[in-house]
Nanobody, 116 residues
Framework: QVQLVESGGGLVQAGGSLRLSCAAS????????MGWYRQAPGTQQRELVA????????TYGDSVKGRFTLSRDNAKNTVYLQMNSLKPEDTAVYYC?????????WGQGTQVTVSS
């Protein structure tokens, strides 16, 4: 079992910054990829924001490239999503996600609201 605990969401004005954290605990030894997804208000799909593997290689969604940076501290089993130049369309619930030993895990989600 893996538990994912997110923190760092909140309300920010357009153009501002926030940093999200996701800490994994439990059976973390086999975790490779960790990532962030988001679900915008009124939608049912979660879209990829960014993901990172244990070697530090990252993938970003097109809408956040150049503005968001994902990093990872393997010793702490924690990933950090630095979000800069935030836009109102970034408003969503952000979820941490990992897949390990063939099982998918999600965090509880953290709300990010960007006001115009």
């Amino acid at each position: 079992q893996v538990q994912l605990v997110e923190s760092g969401g909140g309300l920010v004005q357009a153009g501002g910054s926030l940093r999200l954290s996701c800490a994994a605990s439990g059976s973390t030894f086999s975790i490779n990829v960790m990532g962030w997804y988001r679900q915008a208000p009124g939608t049912q799909q979660r879209e990829l924001v960014a993901s990172i593997n244990s070697g530090g290689s990252t993938t970003y969604g097109d809408s956040v490239k150049g503005r968001f940076t994902l990093s990872r501290d393997n010793a702490k089993n924690t990933v950090y999503l630095q979000m800069n130049s935030l836009k109102p369309e970034d408003t969503a619930v952000y979820y941490c996600r990992t897949v390990t030993s063939g099982r998918l895990y999600w965090g509880q989600g953290t709300q990010v609201t960007v006001s115009s």
